[in-house]
Structure formats: structure tokens, C-alpha cells
């Protein structure tokens, strides 16, 4: 774990950064209002600056239980945002259907039926990115 003394939020948006994409972290620090702005700066510290900033497991473990639980809860669009960052993470396509795969067994078909649709469409849409990018 980080020590205490790094700047949390500093720390945690290098992290965020790394693993969601500029442009990603860009667009949500836009739409930040003084209303959301405090859950904003909670979510940078406490999740990209400790969380995902730890030691002990690397942005790919993180990445594939991440994507475990947020399909568990039936949260898609962060489920979609995750899988489009593995490929920050290193997570492969291989690593996400298993994670997705204990989900059906853990937390229910259901859940990781659905969670296996949005995956395929988010790694779809992750790799024409990427060779957009190749070609640019």
C-alpha cells in the first residue's frame, strides 16, 4: 500500500488516469459540478489513490475483480468502462470471461449472462479503438 504521506488525490489521479485514459478522466472532471465535485475527490483518493494505487496486486488482478463484482451488481456502464480499460490493465479477453465465469457461479447466471453481453460490446468497441489508433 501506498505510504500515508503521498498525496492521495494526486496519487489517485495518475492512477485513474493510467488505467481509464485521459480522455475518460477528462470528460468526467468537466462535468464535475460543486454538487458532485466532494464524490468526485472521495472516489479519486479513495479508490484510485489507495484501492488501485496498492502494491500488492497489479492493475490486472485489480481489473478482472473489479469487473467480477461490478457485473455481481449489475452495474453496466461500469462494467463497460472496465472492460474498455483493460487495455490499460493488461486484463486479457481470456482473464475477463473468467472473471465473468465466477460470477455465474458465485453471483448467478443471470447476472453474468448479461454481464457477458456487455463485455463482448465493450471489447469490440476497445479494439476498434485501438486499431483507430494504430492507423492514426
Not at 44 to 50: D, L, M, R, V, Y
Not at 71 to 99: K, P
Request: proline share 3%; charged share 25%.
Amino acid at each position: 500500500m501506498p505510504s500515508p504521506s503521498l498525496d492521495r488525490y494526486a496519487l489517485g489521479m495518475q492512477t485513474r488516469r493510467a488505467v481509464l485514459g485521459d480522455a475518460h478522466v477528462d470528460r468526467a472532471s468537466a462535468q464535475a459540478s460543486a454538487f458532485d465535485a466532494p464524490f468526485q475527490a472521495l472516489i479519486t483518493e479513495g479508490a484510485w489513490g489507495t484501492v488501485w494505487s496498492g502494491e500488492t496486486w497489479t492493475k490486472r488482478e485489480r481489473s478482472m475483480v473489479t469487473i467480477a463484482l461490478l457485473a455481481a451488481l449489475g452495474q453496466d456502464e461500469e462494467v463497460a468502462m472496465h472492460v474498455r480499460a483493460t487495455a490499460q490493465t493488461g486484463a486479457s479477453a481470456e482473464d475477463i470471461r473468467e472473471a465473468l465465469m465466477h460470477v455465474a457461479i458465485y453471483a448467478g447466471v443471470p447476472a453474468a449472462n448479461h454481464a457477458f453481453k456487455i463485455a463482448k460490446r465493450a471489447l469490440a468497441e476497445r479494439d476498434a479503438a485501438m486499431e483507430e489508433e494504430k492507423q492514426a
